[in-house]
């Protein structure tokens, strides 16, 4: 009894509504920090995009774009910066893209439960986590010297291949397992080989998410500079490589696969890295066509994502 | 009935080749299975070819350079006269970067994940989590940049002798660009765990910042863990922001506020000049590159483990 009004009079009195109130209002505040820091984070993101407009915008030209680089700041251009970056999106595509896709495919569809299977993805796992700085040098040591490509496109788009492979795979499986088994069980009961069901069914199905992978990992490729500095890019080529065409018989030419190259994100560093303030500008307007570029890839994955996931109810 | 089955046409097998038709369609499905596993096993490939270019051009490096200097000798010259091998100057630059970076991703990330499961709207999370995964889709050269032309001169600001190179904007740059990374991750982890333990803890009188710190936050530790040990990878092998913003110079000092190179700083400034293939010179930055790998590799067994023993199971 006397505790019992103990604890009726403990509720009604100050002492505890205070800490009650204590509480709320550390509760409040907890939250109105959560929101500041998410506040913090993304005025960062404006800042960079802020300073970098106000530095190179008005540096954009039809000039830039078309020029190649000089020992003079305002007659340099990006010429050969973003016909190297295109291509060797093209070579990086060309290797990561079917590796990706078959190794994932093999993976979620064929592979059998067995060590050989785990230690391919253990493998996968440990592979997105390394530096890739670290695949630079396994390119310069094997594609370079060991295989004799050269400081080339090649092998700028293999090491930028293996680079993106990891991601490839992963974004490829989670695509592939999001298909219910019931699709595949449907088509085997029809008659349809393991490969005919995977061809005409799971890839159909997964192509939203294996796309938005590529994208995000072809996005990630683009501004990857460090291991291509490794490999030996050049920031200074005044020429264009062999054009893929030819006039004669068989009309394609795969002699520019051996050039030397350069890429967006190599001349920005390279300008980035100069004393000179007028450099910095050209870094800077460099930096806005690559953050578009790769800002772009992004916003179109998004795209893709979204549509994907509306249009199929399982 | 009978009659009626008799009426069905039955193909019947005239000529009993020597090869069964079913032949060519499986030998086809068996070269398709072959094809997709020779795929899996290329990014076994991969991490061979890492391993072993490492292994083989830092087993040149030490026959001629002892492994206890390599590991005992303060100073790191390896391309002056009076050649030091102490990797140890490197070493710290990349553990003063990468304390930087933690300081400000680990407890920004974790605090923008808390918000974002446990406060934040369905609608706000929508918009948030995209636009905080563009500052993850930034170029890393776009970021140094940022770092060597916004945040040191910000930093002057306060610190007015703090020199042009130095390792706290470094660290800075790289923390924001993290954040999304520990951020994404931790928020997928939380919002893993059951309503019910929330129920249970709000149940008792909890307020839900004593139920995010206390009940939501432990359970998903090892989830969480696994996004901080994300941040530390990304950290030590961030290259270009720390070689463009915070020097070249190798010098062993724990200080933040000075220049010094870090273990990736210095495989970019040796690959950006020319040594000659063969060379000790050209062959340190495999051993650096070793040395990058194996304290990577470090982190990520000290975090599986850590996730290992946080695992709760619902």
Redesign the interface.
């Known amino acids: 009894m006397r505790l019992k009004n103990g604890i009726a009079k403990y509720i009604k009195s100050t002492a505890l509504q205070r800490r009650i109130m204590r509480r709320k209002g550390l509760d409040r505040f907890f939250a109105f920090e959560g929101l500041f820091v998410m506040g913090v984070a993304l005025l960062v993101l404006f800042a960079l995009v802020g300073q970098l407009a106000a530095d190179g915008a008005g540096r954009l030209s039809w000039q830039f774009l078309t020029s190649f680089p000089s020992r003079f700041p305002a007659q340099a251009g990006i010429l050969t910066a973003w016909i190297g970056t295109l291509l060797v999106m093209l070579l990086t595509a060309l290797t990561a893209i079917p590796l990706g896709i078959g190794a994932a495919i093999y993976l979620e569809e064929y592979a059998a439960k067995s060590w050989l299977t785990e230690v391919i993805e253990i493998n996968i796992a440990n592979l997105a986590g390394v530096p890739s700085i670290v695949y630079g040098l396994m390119a310069l040591g094997l594609l370079v010297y060991e295989l004799h490509l050269g400081q080339s496109f090649l092998t700028a788009g293999l090491t930028l291949g293996m680079l993106i492979l990891p991601m490839v795979i992963i974004a490829t499986r989670e695509a592939i397992r999001s298909v219910p088994p019931a699709v595949r069980e449907a088509a085997y009961a029809l008659g349809a080989t393991k490969w005919q069901t995977v061809r005409d069914h799971v890839l159909p199905y997964s192509m939203g998410g294996i796309l938005t992978g590529m994208i995000l990992a072809l996005s990630r490729a683009v501004g990857e500079t460090a291991p291509l500095i490794t490999v030996g890019a050049l920031s200074f080529i005044a020429f264009l490589p062999h054009p893929p065409w030819q006039g004669t018989f068989p009309f394609v030419s795969f002699e520019w696969l051996f050039d030397p190259f350069t890429v967006m994100p190599i001349q920005m560093f390279n300008w980035v890295s100069r004393p000179q303030e007028e450099f910095h500008v050209n870094a800077a307007a460099a930096g806005l066509i690559l953050l578009a570029m790769s800002l772009a890839m992004n916003a179109v994955a998004i795209v893709i994502r979204a549509r994907f996931r509306k249009r199929i109810h399982w | 009935m009978e009659a009626h089955i008799a009426e069905i046409p039955v193909e019947k097998q005239a000529i009993r080749t020597s090869l069964s038709p079913r032949l060519v ?1 499986r030998l ?2 068996k070269a ?2 072959l ?10 490939a ?2 061979l ?2 391993v ?3 292994a ?2 830092s087993f040149h490096f030490f026959q001629q350079v002892s492994v206890v200097d390599f590991l005992t000798d303060r100073q790191w010259t390896p391309l002056f006269a009076d050649a030091h091998y102490g990797i140890l100057s490197l070493v710290s630059g990349t553990l003063v970067t990468t304390a930087v970076a933690l300081l400000v991703a680990i ?2 990330g974790s ?2 994940a ?3 499961s446990e ?1 934040a709207s369905r609608s706000l999370r929508e918009f ?1 989590k ?6 993850s ?10 770092a ?3 945040v040191t001169p910000a930093l002057k600001q306060i610190w007015s002798d703090l020199p042009g190179f130095n390792m706290l904007s470094a660290g800075l740059v790289i923390g ?1 660009m993290i ?2 990374y520990v ?1 994404s991750v931790s928020e997928d982890a939380m919002r893993a765990v059951p309503v019910y333990l929330r129920e249970g803890a709000f149940a008792l009188g909890a ?4 139920t ?1 710190l206390r009940v939501v936050f432990p359970s998903a530790l090892s989830g969480i863990t696994a996004a901080y040990v ?1 941040g530390v ?1 990304r950290a ?5 922001v720390v ?2 913003a915070a020097g070249m110079q190798p010098t062993l000092t724990l200080n933040p506020l000075e220049p010094a190179a870090t273990m ?1 700083a210095y ?2 400034q040796v ?2 000049g020319d040594l000659p ?1 063969g060379s000790v010179g050209y062959q340190t ?2 051993a650096t ?1 070793l040395m ?2 194996l304290i ?1 590799l470090l982190f ?1 067994i000290a975090g599986h483990a850590l996730k290992k023993r946080y695992r709760q199971v619902y």
């Open positions: 369609p086809k499905e398709i299975e094809l997709l596993q020779l795929a899996a096993f290329t990014s076994v991969i991490t070819g890492i072993g270019v490492l083989y051009e407890p920004m605090l923008i808390i918000y974002l406060y948030v995209p636009v905080l995964e563009l500052l889709a930034v170029p890393t050269v776009v970021y140094g940049y940022f060597l032309l916004f924001f954040v999304p951020s307020t839900r910042m004593q995010a994300l990878s030590i092998g961030e290259t270009m070689a463009i990736t495989i970019v690959s950006l293939h930055i495999f590159g990058l790998l990577t990520n």
